[in-house]
Protein backbone atom coordinates (compact mmCIF):
# COMPACT_ATOMS: atom_id res chain seq x y z
CA UNK A 1 0.00 0.00 0.00
CA UNK A 2 2.82 2.59 1.04
CA UNK A 3 5.45 1.38 -1.21
CA UNK A 4 5.86 4.39 -3.10
CA UNK A 5 6.22 6.28 -0.15
CA UNK A 6 8.55 4.15 1.71
CA UNK A 7 10.78 3.85 -1.33
CA UNK A 8 10.94 8.08 -1.18
CA UNK A 9 11.49 8.06 2.40
CA UNK A 10 14.07 5.56 2.26
CA UNK A 11 16.40 7.35 -0.40
CA UNK A 12 15.73 10.81 1.85
CA UNK A 13 16.93 8.79 5.01
CA UNK A 14 19.79 7.08 3.41
CA UNK A 15 21.37 10.29 2.21
CA UNK A 16 21.35 11.58 5.68
CA UNK A 17 21.85 8.78 7.25
CA UNK A 18 25.56 8.82 4.86
CA UNK A 19 26.38 12.62 6.32
CA UNK A 20 29.33 12.66 8.61
CA UNK A 21 28.23 15.80 10.20
CA UNK A 22 24.46 16.88 10.08
CA UNK A 23 23.77 20.76 9.58
CA UNK A 24 21.05 22.64 8.91
CA UNK A 25 21.84 22.81 5.09
CA UNK A 26 21.37 19.02 4.81
CA UNK A 27 18.46 18.51 6.97
CA UNK A 28 16.73 21.20 5.23
CA UNK A 29 17.23 19.59 1.91
CA UNK A 30 16.16 16.03 3.27
CA UNK A 31 12.78 17.81 4.11
CA UNK A 32 12.41 19.10 0.94
CA UNK A 33 12.95 15.37 -0.59
CA UNK A 34 10.40 14.31 2.20
CA UNK A 35 7.85 16.79 1.65
CA UNK A 36 7.89 16.21 -1.93
CA UNK A 37 7.58 12.50 -1.22
CA UNK A 38 4.61 13.41 0.56
CA UNK A 39 2.77 15.42 -1.91
CA UNK A 40 3.41 12.80 -4.75
CA UNK A 41 1.82 10.19 -2.23
CA UNK A 42 -1.36 12.11 -2.31
CA UNK A 43 -1.17 14.07 1.20
CA UNK A 44 -2.83 17.29 1.26
CA UNK A 45 -0.75 19.89 1.02
CA UNK A 46 -1.42 22.01 3.97
CA UNK A 47 -0.94 18.64 6.24
CA UNK A 48 2.33 18.01 4.82
CA UNK A 49 3.47 21.54 5.11
CA UNK A 50 2.67 21.79 9.29
CA UNK A 51 3.93 17.84 9.35
CA UNK A 52 6.82 19.06 7.51
CA UNK A 53 7.63 22.14 10.04
CA UNK A 54 6.94 20.17 12.96
CA UNK A 55 9.62 17.90 12.03
CA UNK A 56 11.99 20.53 11.04
CA UNK A 57 11.81 22.61 14.38
CA UNK A 58 12.67 19.23 16.67
CA UNK A 59 15.10 18.01 13.66
CA UNK A 60 17.27 21.44 14.56
CA UNK A 61 17.29 21.12 17.64
CA UNK A 62 20.68 20.89 19.33
CA UNK A 63 19.84 17.20 21.24
CA UNK A 64 20.10 16.25 17.78
CA UNK A 65 22.70 18.04 16.12
CA UNK A 66 25.25 17.09 19.24
CA UNK A 67 23.92 13.02 19.18
CA UNK A 68 26.39 10.44 17.77
CA UNK A 69 24.07 9.48 15.15
CA UNK A 70 22.65 12.10 14.60
CA UNK A 71 20.81 10.97 11.03
CA UNK A 72 19.15 8.28 12.77
CA UNK A 73 17.70 9.95 15.29
CA UNK A 74 16.57 12.27 12.74
CA UNK A 75 14.18 9.34 11.76
CA UNK A 76 13.10 8.68 14.88
CA UNK A 77 11.83 11.85 15.22
CA UNK A 78 10.55 11.39 11.91
CA UNK A 79 8.97 8.19 12.82
CA UNK A 80 7.34 9.70 16.08
CA UNK A 81 5.94 12.07 14.44
CA UNK A 82 4.54 10.66 11.98
CA UNK A 83 3.02 8.09 14.59
CA UNK A 84 1.29 11.33 16.26
CA UNK A 85 -0.11 12.46 12.91
CA UNK A 86 -1.44 9.07 12.36
CA UNK A 87 -3.45 9.43 15.65
CA UNK A 88 -0.55 8.77 18.43
CA UNK A 89 -2.53 6.10 20.46
CA UNK A 90 -4.97 3.42 19.11
CA UNK A 91 -8.70 4.11 19.26
CA UNK A 92 -11.41 2.19 20.62
CA UNK A 93 -15.14 1.92 20.47
CA UNK A 94 -17.50 3.36 22.37
CA UNK A 95 -19.82 0.28 23.19
CA UNK A 96 -21.66 1.96 25.98
CA UNK A 97 -24.99 0.13 26.25
CA UNK A 98 -26.94 1.17 24.33
CA UNK A 99 -23.96 0.87 22.10
CA UNK A 100 -25.37 2.25 18.43
CA UNK A 101 -23.44 2.52 15.40
CA UNK A 102 -23.93 4.31 12.00
CA UNK A 103 -22.03 3.69 8.99
CA UNK A 104 -21.46 6.29 6.33
CA UNK A 105 -19.31 6.57 3.10
CA UNK A 106 -19.48 6.71 -0.69
CA UNK A 107 -20.63 3.55 -2.70
CA UNK A 108 -17.88 1.34 -3.51
CA UNK A 109 -15.96 2.03 -0.44
CA UNK A 110 -16.84 -1.02 1.01
CA UNK A 111 -19.28 -0.27 3.56
CA UNK A 112 -21.83 -3.11 3.08
CA UNK A 113 -18.79 -5.59 3.85
CA UNK A 114 -17.49 -3.45 6.11
CA UNK A 115 -20.31 -3.73 8.72
CA UNK A 116 -20.34 -7.32 8.41
CA UNK A 117 -16.52 -7.49 9.62
CA UNK A 118 -17.29 -5.43 12.14
CA UNK A 119 -19.99 -7.27 13.38
CA UNK A 120 -17.90 -10.61 13.09
CA UNK A 121 -14.70 -8.46 15.22
CA UNK A 122 -17.02 -7.65 18.05
CA UNK A 123 -18.96 -10.98 18.00
CA UNK A 124 -15.40 -12.40 18.39
CA UNK A 125 -14.85 -10.22 21.31
CA UNK A 126 -17.17 -11.59 23.31
CA UNK A 127 -20.29 -8.92 21.83
CA UNK A 128 -23.79 -9.90 20.46
CA UNK A 129 -24.17 -7.27 17.28
CA UNK A 130 -26.78 -6.86 15.00
CA UNK A 131 -26.91 -5.44 11.58
CA UNK A 132 -29.46 -3.11 10.30
CA UNK A 133 -30.12 -2.98 6.74
CA UNK A 134 -30.61 0.94 5.85
CA UNK A 135 -28.99 1.15 2.10
CA UNK A 136 -32.21 1.12 -0.29
CA UNK A 137 -30.78 2.89 -2.88
CA UNK A 138 -27.93 0.23 -4.00
CA UNK A 139 -29.42 -2.78 -5.68
CA UNK A 140 -28.94 -5.81 -3.63
CA UNK A 141 -27.55 -4.37 -0.94
CA UNK A 142 -29.82 -5.49 1.40
CA UNK A 143 -29.45 -9.07 0.20
CA UNK A 144 -25.69 -8.95 0.04
CA UNK A 145 -25.93 -7.60 4.01
CA UNK A 146 -28.67 -10.34 4.93
CA UNK A 147 -26.27 -12.88 3.24
CA UNK A 148 -22.81 -11.86 4.98
CA UNK A 149 -24.51 -11.95 8.49
CA UNK A 150 -25.78 -15.61 7.69
CA UNK A 151 -22.17 -16.12 7.06
CA UNK A 152 -20.97 -14.88 10.42
CA UNK A 153 -23.97 -16.07 12.30
CA UNK A 154 -25.39 -12.24 13.09
CA UNK A 155 -28.81 -11.37 12.48
CA UNK A 156 -29.96 -8.84 9.98
CA UNK A 157 -32.62 -6.77 10.32
CA UNK A 158 -34.01 -6.08 6.85
CA UNK A 159 -36.80 -3.70 5.69
CA UNK A 160 -39.79 -5.03 4.09
CA UNK A 161 -39.71 -5.80 0.14
CA UNK A 162 -39.98 -2.12 -2.20
CA UNK A 163 -39.16 -0.41 1.03
CA UNK A 164 -37.59 3.19 -0.51
CA UNK A 165 -37.54 5.20 2.66
CA UNK A 166 -34.67 4.68 5.14
CA UNK A 167 -36.00 6.92 7.72
CA UNK A 168 -39.09 4.86 8.15
CA UNK A 169 -37.33 1.46 7.51
CA UNK A 170 -34.25 2.45 10.48
CA UNK A 171 -37.64 2.96 13.14
CA UNK A 172 -39.22 -0.16 12.19
CA UNK A 173 -35.47 -1.98 12.68
CA UNK A 174 -35.81 -0.01 15.65
CA UNK A 175 -39.16 -1.45 17.34
CA UNK A 176 -37.68 -5.16 16.15
CA UNK A 177 -34.26 -4.52 17.82
CA UNK A 178 -36.03 -4.30 21.30
CA UNK A 179 -37.50 -7.87 21.19
CA UNK A 180 -34.04 -9.08 19.49
CA UNK A 181 -31.21 -9.75 22.05
CA UNK A 182 -28.12 -7.74 20.92
CA UNK A 183 -25.76 -5.44 23.08
CA UNK A 184 -23.91 -3.46 19.63
CA UNK A 185 -26.52 -1.88 16.49
CA UNK A 186 -24.35 -1.49 13.74
CA UNK A 187 -26.46 0.46 10.73
CA UNK A 188 -25.76 -0.02 7.34
CA UNK A 189 -26.61 3.18 5.04
CA UNK A 190 -26.74 4.33 1.46
CA UNK A 191 -24.00 5.57 -0.21
CA UNK A 192 -23.30 7.77 -3.63
CA UNK A 193 -20.76 8.24 -6.43
CA UNK A 194 -20.11 11.64 -5.04
CA UNK A 195 -21.51 13.78 -2.15
CA UNK A 196 -24.94 15.30 -2.45
CA UNK A 197 -27.43 16.78 -1.06
CA UNK A 198 -30.13 14.10 -0.98
CA UNK A 199 -27.29 11.92 0.67
CA UNK A 200 -26.58 14.23 3.73
CA UNK A 201 -29.98 15.10 4.17
CA UNK A 202 -30.75 11.21 4.42
CA UNK A 203 -28.11 10.56 6.88
CA UNK A 204 -28.55 13.22 9.02
CA UNK A 205 -31.95 11.87 9.07
CA UNK A 206 -30.77 9.03 9.85
CA UNK A 207 -28.18 10.43 12.62
CA UNK A 208 -30.93 12.15 14.65
CA UNK A 209 -33.32 9.01 14.55
CA UNK A 210 -30.46 6.62 16.08
CA UNK A 211 -28.26 9.22 18.15
CA UNK A 212 -25.16 6.63 17.37
CA UNK A 213 -22.63 6.46 20.03
CA UNK A 214 -20.26 5.77 16.69
CA UNK A 215 -20.53 7.39 13.51
CA UNK A 216 -17.95 5.56 11.25
CA UNK A 217 -17.07 6.53 7.99
CA UNK A 218 -15.84 4.13 5.50
CA UNK A 219 -13.07 5.20 2.62
CA UNK A 220 -11.74 3.99 0.11
CA UNK A 221 -7.53 4.02 0.91
CA UNK A 222 -7.06 4.55 -3.11
CA UNK A 223 -8.87 7.64 -3.50
CA UNK A 224 -6.49 10.04 -2.86
CA UNK A 225 -6.94 13.34 -2.22
CA UNK A 226 -10.66 13.68 -2.84
CA UNK A 227 -10.99 11.47 0.37
CA UNK A 228 -9.83 14.56 2.41
CA UNK A 229 -12.90 16.42 0.83
CA UNK A 230 -15.47 13.88 1.39
CA UNK A 231 -14.23 13.28 5.29
CA UNK A 232 -14.81 16.58 5.42
CA UNK A 233 -18.13 16.65 4.04
CA UNK A 234 -19.18 13.93 6.54
CA UNK A 235 -17.75 15.29 9.42
CA UNK A 236 -19.51 18.78 9.00
CA UNK A 237 -22.81 16.96 8.07
CA UNK A 238 -23.09 13.51 10.93
CA UNK A 239 -20.12 14.53 13.31
CA UNK A 240 -18.30 11.87 12.81
CA UNK A 241 -16.48 9.88 15.89
CA UNK A 242 -13.77 7.55 13.60
CA UNK A 243 -12.54 6.47 10.13
CA UNK A 244 -12.39 3.02 8.89
CA UNK A 245 -9.56 2.50 5.51
CA UNK A 246 -10.76 0.00 3.25
CA UNK A 247 -8.44 -1.45 0.59
CA UNK A 248 -4.96 -1.16 2.23
CA UNK A 249 -3.94 -4.11 0.06
CA UNK A 250 -4.20 -2.33 -2.89
CA UNK A 251 -1.63 -0.44 -4.77
CA UNK A 252 -2.29 3.00 -3.81
CA UNK A 253 -0.19 6.21 -2.96
CA UNK A 254 -1.80 5.75 0.63
CA UNK A 255 -1.59 10.08 1.20
CA UNK A 256 -5.37 9.74 2.16
CA UNK A 257 -4.30 7.56 5.55
CA UNK A 258 -2.06 10.83 6.67
CA UNK A 259 -4.90 13.39 5.52
CA UNK A 260 -8.16 12.36 7.08
CA UNK A 261 -7.09 11.81 10.53
CA UNK A 262 -5.29 15.71 10.07
CA UNK A 263 -8.05 17.45 8.55
CA UNK A 264 -11.22 16.08 10.47
CA UNK A 265 -9.46 15.26 14.03
CA UNK A 266 -11.30 12.19 13.72
CA UNK A 267 -9.34 8.63 14.56
CA UNK A 268 -8.74 5.83 12.07
CA UNK A 269 -10.04 3.08 14.33
CA UNK A 270 -9.96 0.13 11.57
CA UNK A 271 -8.62 -0.78 8.16
CA UNK A 272 -9.41 -3.57 6.07
CA UNK A 273 -6.61 -5.27 3.59
CA UNK A 274 -8.70 -7.75 1.90
CA UNK A 275 -12.44 -9.07 0.95
CA UNK A 276 -12.59 -11.62 3.29
CA UNK A 277 -14.65 -11.42 6.29
CA UNK A 278 -11.15 -12.00 8.73
CA UNK A 279 -9.07 -9.21 6.88
CA UNK A 280 -10.00 -6.67 9.38
CA UNK A 281 -8.12 -4.72 11.69
CA UNK A 282 -7.60 -2.61 14.47
CA UNK A 283 -5.68 0.83 13.59
CA UNK A 284 -2.43 1.10 15.72
CA UNK A 285 -0.60 4.35 14.57
CA UNK A 286 2.91 3.36 15.84
CA UNK A 287 2.46 0.16 14.06
CA UNK A 288 1.36 1.91 10.85
CA UNK A 289 4.35 4.63 11.14
CA UNK A 290 6.87 1.39 10.85
CA UNK A 291 5.02 -0.26 8.24
CA UNK A 292 5.28 3.32 5.96
CA UNK A 293 9.05 3.64 7.05
CA UNK A 294 9.54 -0.13 5.71
CA UNK A 295 10.21 -1.14 9.43
CA UNK A 296 7.57 -3.69 9.26
CA UNK A 297 5.13 -4.90 11.82
CA UNK A 298 6.57 -8.17 13.65
CA UNK A 299 3.86 -7.84 16.39
CA UNK A 300 1.00 -7.75 13.68
CA UNK A 301 2.65 -10.71 11.53
CA UNK A 302 2.39 -12.86 15.20
CA UNK A 303 -0.66 -12.13 15.77
CA UNK A 304 -1.73 -13.41 12.07
CA UNK A 305 0.37 -16.25 12.96
CA UNK A 306 -1.62 -17.28 16.37
CA UNK A 307 -4.79 -16.23 14.87
CA UNK A 308 -4.40 -18.45 11.85
CA UNK A 309 -1.88 -20.93 11.96
CA UNK A 310 -2.59 -24.62 13.92
CA UNK A 311 0.21 -24.48 16.32
CA UNK A 312 0.66 -28.41 16.80
CA UNK A 313 0.36 -28.79 12.86
CA UNK A 314 3.31 -26.45 12.41
CA UNK A 315 5.29 -27.90 15.31
CA UNK A 316 4.91 -31.74 13.87
CA UNK A 317 5.91 -30.01 9.99
CA UNK A 318 8.88 -29.08 11.73
CA UNK A 319 9.77 -32.20 13.53
CA UNK A 320 8.77 -33.89 10.29
CA UNK A 321 11.26 -31.90 8.54
CA UNK A 322 14.06 -32.35 10.95
CA UNK A 323 13.71 -35.92 11.12
CA UNK A 324 13.60 -35.82 6.76
CA UNK A 325 9.71 -37.50 7.38
CA UNK A 326 8.79 -34.19 5.48
CA UNK A 327 6.70 -35.05 2.13
CA UNK A 328 3.91 -33.39 0.42
CA UNK A 329 1.23 -33.62 2.18
CA UNK A 330 3.18 -31.47 4.50
CA UNK A 331 3.80 -28.77 2.80
CA UNK A 332 0.23 -28.69 1.41
CA UNK A 333 -0.57 -28.28 5.12
CA UNK A 334 1.63 -25.65 4.94
CA UNK A 335 1.06 -23.63 2.36
CA UNK A 336 -2.67 -23.23 2.86
CA UNK A 337 -1.85 -22.25 6.57
CA UNK A 338 -0.07 -19.56 4.46
CA UNK A 339 -3.11 -18.74 2.25
CA UNK A 340 -5.37 -18.61 5.40
CA UNK A 341 -3.27 -15.59 6.48
CA UNK A 342 -3.56 -13.01 3.77
CA UNK A 343 -2.33 -12.34 0.39
CA UNK A 344 1.22 -12.96 0.35
CA UNK A 345 2.75 -10.07 -0.28
CA UNK A 346 0.61 -8.14 2.14
CA UNK A 347 2.27 -10.97 4.57
CA UNK A 348 5.89 -10.27 3.62
CA UNK A 349 4.96 -6.59 4.03
CA UNK A 350 4.86 -7.03 7.56
CA UNK A 351 8.66 -8.29 7.76
CA UNK A 352 11.79 -5.23 7.99
CA UNK A 353 13.23 -4.22 4.69
CA UNK A 354 10.64 -6.34 2.82
CA UNK A 355 10.45 -3.41 0.07
CA UNK A 356 14.21 -3.45 -0.26
CA UNK A 357 13.75 -6.68 -0.87
CA UNK A 358 10.62 -6.55 -2.95
CA UNK A 359 12.86 -4.89 -5.17
CA UNK A 360 15.34 -8.28 -6.31
CA UNK A 361 12.34 -10.42 -7.01
CA UNK A 362 11.13 -10.81 -10.67
CA UNK A 363 8.02 -9.30 -11.05
CA UNK A 364 5.45 -12.28 -11.05
CA UNK A 365 7.52 -14.08 -7.75
CA UNK A 366 4.29 -13.37 -5.30
CA UNK A 367 1.73 -13.60 -8.05
CA UNK A 368 -1.18 -15.90 -6.28
CA UNK A 369 -1.60 -18.28 -9.13
CA UNK A 370 1.58 -19.75 -9.05
CA UNK A 371 0.80 -20.57 -5.59
CA UNK A 372 -2.59 -21.97 -7.16
CA UNK A 373 -0.32 -24.26 -10.13
CA UNK A 374 1.69 -26.06 -7.56
CA UNK A 375 -1.45 -26.72 -5.37
CA UNK A 376 -2.95 -27.81 -8.57
CA UNK A 377 0.75 -30.42 -8.95
CA UNK A 378 0.51 -31.89 -5.25
CA UNK A 379 -3.20 -32.65 -5.97
CA UNK A 380 -2.97 -34.47 -9.04
CA UNK A 381 -0.53 -36.86 -7.29
CA UNK A 382 -1.62 -39.98 -5.77
CA UNK A 383 -1.29 -40.83 -1.84
CA UNK A 384 1.48 -42.72 -2.29
CA UNK A 385 3.43 -40.21 -4.68
CA UNK A 386 2.69 -37.54 -1.56
CA UNK A 387 3.98 -39.69 0.45
CA UNK A 388 6.93 -40.89 -0.99
CA UNK A 389 8.42 -38.52 -3.83
CA UNK A 390 10.72 -41.29 -4.96
CA UNK A 391 7.93 -42.84 -6.90
CA UNK A 392 7.83 -39.55 -8.91
CA UNK A 393 9.10 -41.05 -11.99
CA UNK A 394 8.92 -39.54 -15.63
CA UNK A 395 5.88 -41.37 -16.74
CA UNK A 396 4.19 -40.15 -13.24
CA UNK A 397 5.04 -36.80 -14.12
CA UNK A 398 3.70 -36.45 -17.41
CA UNK A 399 0.37 -37.96 -15.82
CA UNK A 400 0.45 -35.15 -13.01
CA UNK A 401 1.65 -32.77 -15.64
CA UNK A 402 -1.62 -33.01 -17.64
CA UNK A 403 -3.61 -33.45 -14.28
CA UNK A 404 -2.36 -30.31 -13.01
CA UNK A 405 -2.70 -28.32 -16.23
CA UNK A 406 0.51 -27.67 -16.66
CA UNK A 407 4.09 -28.41 -18.73
CA UNK A 408 6.26 -31.17 -17.45
CA UNK A 409 9.03 -28.82 -17.01
CA UNK A 410 7.35 -26.83 -13.91
CA UNK A 411 6.70 -30.69 -12.46
CA UNK A 412 10.40 -31.24 -12.44
CA UNK A 413 11.39 -27.57 -11.30
CA UNK A 414 8.82 -28.59 -8.29
CA UNK A 415 9.77 -31.55 -7.61
CA UNK A 416 13.52 -30.42 -7.69
CA UNK A 417 12.83 -27.79 -5.36
CA UNK A 418 11.02 -29.63 -3.06
CA UNK A 419 14.04 -32.18 -3.06
CA UNK A 420 16.29 -29.30 -2.26
CA UNK A 421 14.41 -27.76 0.37
CA UNK A 422 13.91 -31.19 2.11
CA UNK A 423 17.33 -32.09 2.14
CA UNK A 424 18.81 -28.43 3.42
CA UNK A 425 16.11 -28.37 5.96
CA UNK A 426 17.01 -31.71 7.40
CA UNK A 427 20.72 -30.96 7.20
CA UNK A 428 23.02 -30.38 10.25
CA UNK A 429 23.93 -26.48 8.61
CA UNK A 430 22.19 -23.40 9.53
CA UNK A 431 18.59 -24.12 8.65
CA UNK A 432 19.15 -27.15 10.36
CA UNK A 433 19.92 -25.10 13.40
CA UNK A 434 16.93 -22.65 12.69
CA UNK A 435 14.60 -25.40 12.93
CA UNK A 436 15.46 -26.40 16.66
CA UNK A 437 15.43 -23.23 17.57
CA UNK A 438 11.45 -22.39 16.15
CA UNK A 439 10.87 -25.92 17.81
CA UNK A 440 11.40 -24.22 21.14
CA UNK A 441 9.24 -21.22 19.60
CA UNK A 442 6.19 -20.40 21.62
CA UNK A 443 3.18 -18.58 19.89
CA UNK A 444 1.34 -15.23 22.05
CA UNK A 445 -0.75 -16.55 24.57
CA UNK A 446 2.07 -19.04 25.78
CA UNK A 447 4.82 -17.20 25.86
CA UNK A 448 7.20 -17.44 28.87
CA UNK A 449 6.91 -14.94 31.80
CA UNK A 450 9.87 -12.66 30.39
CA UNK A 451 8.24 -12.56 26.98
CA UNK A 452 11.02 -12.76 25.13
CA UNK A 453 11.63 -15.13 22.42
CA UNK A 454 14.86 -17.11 21.31
CA UNK A 455 17.40 -14.54 19.83
CA UNK A 456 18.07 -16.56 16.20
CA UNK A 457 20.26 -13.40 14.57
CA UNK A 458 23.34 -15.61 14.74
CA UNK A 459 21.54 -18.40 12.49
CA UNK A 460 20.74 -15.83 9.63
CA UNK A 461 23.35 -15.21 6.66
CA UNK A 462 24.99 -17.18 4.04
CA UNK A 463 23.43 -19.20 1.87
CA UNK A 464 19.62 -19.05 3.31
CA UNK A 465 16.58 -20.02 2.00
CA UNK A 466 14.76 -16.77 1.11
CA UNK A 467 11.92 -15.77 -1.18
CA UNK A 468 11.11 -16.21 -4.97
CA UNK A 469 14.26 -15.38 -7.72
CA UNK A 470 16.94 -14.36 -4.93
CA UNK A 471 19.03 -17.57 -4.87
CA UNK A 472 22.03 -17.39 -2.27
CA UNK A 473 21.50 -13.93 -2.40
CA UNK A 474 20.35 -12.11 0.83
CA UNK A 475 19.49 -8.38 1.11
CA UNK A 476 19.80 -6.56 4.38
CA UNK A 477 16.84 -7.11 7.06
CA UNK A 478 15.24 -10.49 8.34
CA UNK A 479 14.97 -13.99 6.23
CA UNK A 480 11.97 -15.71 5.17
CA UNK A 481 13.47 -18.93 6.14
CA UNK A 482 11.22 -18.67 9.64
CA UNK A 483 8.02 -19.50 7.87
CA UNK A 484 9.03 -22.79 7.81
CA UNK A 485 9.46 -24.95 4.41
CA UNK A 486 6.93 -23.34 3.08
CA UNK A 487 9.00 -20.42 3.10
CA UNK A 488 12.42 -22.09 2.06
CA UNK A 489 11.08 -23.73 -0.89
CA UNK A 490 9.66 -20.30 -1.98
CA UNK A 491 13.23 -19.69 -3.02
CA UNK A 492 13.72 -20.98 -6.47
CA UNK A 493 9.73 -21.18 -7.23
Known sequence: MFSLLSDKLDEAFRRLRGQAKISESNIADALREIRLAL????????????????????????EVLKTVRPGEQIVKIFRDELAELLGSEEATLNLESPATILVVGLNGAGKTTTCAKLAAKLLKGGCKPLLVACDLVRPAAVDQLATLGAQIDVQVITPPPGEKDARRALKDALKHAKEVEHDVLIVDTAGRQEVDRSLIDELRDLHRILKPKECLLVADAATGQQAVRVAQTFHEAVSLTGIILTKLDGDARGGAALSMRAVTGCPIKFIGEGE????????????????????GDIVGLVEKAAEKIDQESAMNSVTRMMSGEFNFDDFLSQMRMMQSMGPLEGLLGLLPGFNKMRKQLPQDALDPKKMKRTEAIVLSMTKAERKNDKLLIPSRRRRIAKGAGVTEIEVNRFIKNF???????????????????????????????????????????????????????????????????????????
Open 39 to 62: LEADVDYAVARAFIDHVKQRAMGA
Open 276 to 295: KIDQFSAFVPQRMADRILGM
Open 419 to 493: REMKDMMSGRGKAGALMKAMKGMKMPGNLPTDGEMPDLSSLVGGNFPGIPGMGSRRPKGPGMSSMGGFGGFLRRR
